[in-house]
């Protein structure tokens, strides 16, 4: 078994600092993060609980829900103060759900590339349409919808994405090793809706 919170502390240790949009300082009280585009305001809403991340992931700017949480629109102004480790850790699974476990995986060799074809296979129920999807619909939609996310794609169309994952110094890479259930969603309409 992996400690990921033992990890993560590891990984700040060695001059982690970002994941994301989040920035990560040591400070007195423990840990904070804020948003990087934060990183010098002084006037920001303080919140003291990792519960609060939650709410913090949910909503951009102007308080409209984010359903993808690795999109690239988490609302700024607040920063998060936390006592530990384990706080952070639960944290962090809020701000971006399995990401740290992923890139434990990745980091390890243990995170497989699922291409889509494989994944839309697996689908049934009204998902099944997805099969048809062509290989143009699936680029066009993949050029567009995956646009609008952080992640680094393992995977492509019907093999694995031949583009290495990149990430600056002290920054944690948000992985996708399998096309979410959004775009399985996006699938769907294209093969229903053909444009």
Not at 42 to 68: C, K
Not at 69 to 78: I, Q, V, Y
Not at 143 to 150: H, P, V
Request: proline share 5%.
């Amino acid at each position: 078994m992996r400690d990921l919170t033992e990890r993560l502390t590891t990984w700040l240790a060695e001059g982690g600092e970002r994941i994301g949009q989040i920035v990560i300082r040591r400070v007195a009280e423990g840990f904070e993060l804020r948003h990087a585009d934060d990183a010098a305001r002084d006037d920001l809403v303080l919140h003291t609980s990792a519960d609060a991340a939650r709410h913090l992931a949910n909503l951009d700017d102007v308080g409209n829900f984010r359903p993808l949480k690795t999109a690239p629109t988490l609302a700024r102004g607040w920063r998060l103060v936390l006592p530990d480790a384990a706080s952070l850790r639960r944290a962090l699974d809020y701000f971006y759900p399995a990401m740290l476990g992923c890139a434990e995986n990745f980091s390890r060799g243990e995170l497989p590339a699922v291409p889509l074809r494989e994944k839309l296979a697996r689908q049934t129920g009204m998902y099944r349409v997805t099969q048809q999807i062509t290989d143009a619909q699936a680029r066009g939609m993949i050029d567009r919808f995956c646009a609008g996310c952080l992640k680094q794609r393992l995977w492509e169309i019907a093999g694995p994405n031949p583009q290495r994952v990149t990430s600056a110094a002290g920054e944690l890479p948000l992985i996708c090793h399998e096309a979410c259930n959004l775009l399985v969603a996006e699938a769907r309409k294209v093969v229903k809706n053909p444009a």
